[in-house]
């Protein structure tokens, strides 16, 4: 049995950070039916890349759940809605605040169909604030939450972290306060509204410039890829392409010094400790480029590796895509996707050993499941025929 087996989701959500997160869930077994604009369906239906017509962006986000096509503006596309609310357990959304509540569906009309659901907001601000009726993307979060001023090289341009981030956080976080919030209702028999905005989520995150302010008054800015509470912590360039190495603090410093054949740094009054290594950071990390510069990805391993010191080469996507390591994690799988065919999509990471994640089926196409998930919830070919005809499905 799934984990989530028995679990229904009403899913509203749109682009990435609400759909990433119901896939969490249909991975585990919760039937998840996804709620698209008739003859428009989700925006991540227009993202690249596309293969025969069809979007691989909207295919990977979207698997495991069950499609329906439907117009929510009209009064029949509302009850169908209050009619699969009243069965299930959860609803997810990511509009702009306040959406749903205008159309007659937002928490408070809901909850009097069905007291128990579990009513989850994503948005980019939050449901309250002086920013909540913002709409929202990850780069505008980025750039909002202080990420994308913390992310980049010193007297370079603020740079926005190449994944979707902001997305992703926000879709786990979310993902997470269902879980609790179910759990709760198991216990209790109650439901209640979640709010989980893409800017705590990002904020959440900064720890480190957080507390350099709010301890010591101090600002922090842009480091790169170094670390400004260790030394050395970085990546650097060597004879084939870059290579990450680092010590997650005091310990590991005379083994540092010994792989890089530089033994005499570790009496260099400058460099004992931690602190004062990351003081002289200008100082040290010049010295320790010139190692890593005879030498390549390959023999920076073998070397770093024997002394017992994290390291890793900066790996490019074709390289991974054939790691061993991917292979032996099961990252990569072959789905079918009704709408690009044939693909390797990217695994759950989350490894259940009793009930683990599946695979089940690829993302719907606009509609698909329509007429098969009205009939489940009662309705007859008659009235099913009925809505087609006044283009409510």
């Known amino acids: 049995m799934k984990v989530l087996e ?37 925006q991540s239906r227009e993202w690249t890349p596309f293969k025969d017509g069809q979007s691989g962006y909207y295919a990977a986000i979207n698997r495991n759940k ?27 959304e990511n509009f702009k605040v306040g959406t749903l509540d205008k159309m007659g569906l937002g928490y408070e009309e809901l909850k009097k169909v069905n007291p128990e659901i579990i009513f989850a907001s994503i948005s980019g601000f939050g449901q309250n604030g002086p920013l909540k009726d913002l709409a929202a993307y990850d780069n505008v979060v980025q750039a909002m939450s202080g990420l994308m001023e913390m992310t980049g090289f010193p007297d370079d341009v603020p740079t926005k972290v190449g994944p979707a981030i902001g997305d992703n956080f926000t879709g786990l976080n979310m993902c997470f306060a269902i879980l609790m919030a179910y759990f709760n209702k198991l216990n209790t028999g109650k439901g209640q509204r979640l709010d989980v ?6 904020f959440g995150i900064l720890e480190s410039p957080i507390l350099f302010k709010t301890l010591l008054n101090e600002d ?26 680092g010590l997650p603090g005091e310990a590991g410093w005379d ?22 290594r990351c003081q002289h950071y200008a100082v040290v990390t010049p010295i320790i480029t010139e190692f890593f510069l005879k030498k390549t990805k390959a023999e920076l391993a073998e070397i770093f590796t024997s002394y017992k010191i994290p390291n890793a080469p900066v790996s490019t996507i074709p390289e991974l895509i054939h790691h061993p390591q991917i292979a032996a994690r099961e990252m990569l ?61």
């Open 255 to 276: 083994r540092f010094c010994a792989a890089i054949e530089m033994p005499e740094l570790i009496e260099d009054p400058r460099l004992i400790t931690n602190d004062l």
């Open 6 to 42: 028995g679990v229904t989701v009403i899913d509203f959500t749109q682009a990435y950070s609400g759909p990433f997160c119901t896939m969490q869930l249909a991975d585990f077994g919760a039937r998840v039916i996804k709620i698209e604009r008739r003859g428009l369906g989700d």
């Open 220 to 245: 922090s800015s842009r480091v790169g890829n170094s670390d400004v509470t260790l030394v050395p912590y970085d990546v650097y360039p060597c004879k084939d392409g870059y290579f990450s190495a």
């Open 66 to 92: 069950e499609g329906v096509s439907l117009d929510i503006n009209t009064e029949e596309g509302k009850e169908i809605i209050k009619r699969m609310v009243k069965d299930a357990d959860i609803v997810v």
């Open 197 to 202: 905005a893409m800017m705590d989520a990002i």
């Open 333 to 393: 799988v072959e789905m079918v996707d009704p709408g690009v065919g044939k693909y390797l999509a990217i695994n759950n990471p989350m490894k259940l050993d009793k009930t683990p994640a599946v695979m089940a089926f690829g993302a719907p196409l606009l509609g698909q499941d329509t007429e098969k998930v009205l009939k489940a919830f009662g309705y007859t070919d008659e009235q099913i025929k009925a809505f087609a005809e006044k283009e409510v499905i």
